[in-house]
């Protein structure tokens, strides 16, 4: 079983400057990953970025990355240079193989804004 | 190439009737998900299905939700004698195998609403 919790339910920023969006997760999975998922309004989900829990360096992609901590349980992603397109409801997920199947548990989301 | 697609788009519905949702994945994906997706919450896990085989159901709320892949393809979820509380948005995802670290690529979802 996994549970995933995001304790900010809105989160603001201003173009160009770095926001981090915090995450915490708990799960019996030995073998497990975790996402953040970006969803504009009226469309799709789309993935951000991936972590595999066996990898302790952090996932980068562009101006997306994350603080991985495995001790804490903490995934927490960091928004560098933030745009206007930035602006959605992000949501972090767990997910594990076996007869978990790669299913997602998803946190309550968080409500980015981006200022111009 | 194409991507996910579901539908319809929106879906109006009286409470008891009957709704049938239809998800198109990405062309030779083998796994697909269904999501329910509460107003301002994160989607929670409704049913697997690897290929034709539906292989984890367990988040299906009632015996009035019933979903099927026959051809491995193309997926329905049937909502029998709809409830007001069945009112939500409802993802589908499919991925290129099965597997945790596998990337989910969501459909627009279909939005329900029973009045």
């Known amino acids: 079983a996994q549970t995933v919790t995001q304790s900010q339910p809105e989160m603001s920023v201003q173009e160009a400057e770095t926001v981090t969006l915090s995450c915490t997760y708990d799960?019996?999975?030995?073998?497990?990953?975790l996402f953040w998922y970006k969803q504009p309004p009226s469309r799709q989900m789309i993935l951000v970025i991936r972590?595999?829990?066996?990898?302790?360096q952090n996932a980068t992609e562009n101006r997306f990355s994350v603080n991985f901590q495995k001790a804490a349980k903490s995934f927490s992603l960091k928004i560098s240079d933030s745009q206007l397109g930035d602006a959605a409801m992000y949501f972090c997920a767990c997910s594990a193989g076996g007869t978990s199947y790669g299913k997602l548990t998803f946190g309550q989301g968080t409500i980015l804004t981006v200022h111009p | 190439g194409a991507g996910v697609s579901q539908s319809p788009r929106y879906k109006v519905a009286k409470r008891g009737q009957d709704v049938a949702l239809r998800c198109d994945p990405i062309?030779?994906?083998?796994?697909l998900f269904w999501y329910q997706q509460a107003l301002g919450q994160g989607p929670e896990f409704l049913t697997y299905f690897q290929n034709e085989a539906q292989l984890d159901k367990s988040g299906l709320p009632s015996d009035r939700f019933f979903a099927e892949r026959p051809e491995g393809s193309v997926s329905t979820l049937k909502i029998q004698r709809t409830q007001q509380e069945d009112s939500a948005v409802y993802l589908c995802?499919?991925?290129?195998?099965?597997?945790?670290?596998?990337?989910?690529?969501f459909g627009p979802g279909t939005r329900l609403l029973v009045l």
């Open positions: 995802a499919s991925s290129p195998r099965q597997g945790g670290r596998e990337t989910q690529y």
């Open positions: 062309s030779g994906h083998v796994s």
């Open positions: 799960t019996s999975e030995s073998d497990y990953y």
């Open positions: 972590q595999e829990a066996y990898k302790q």
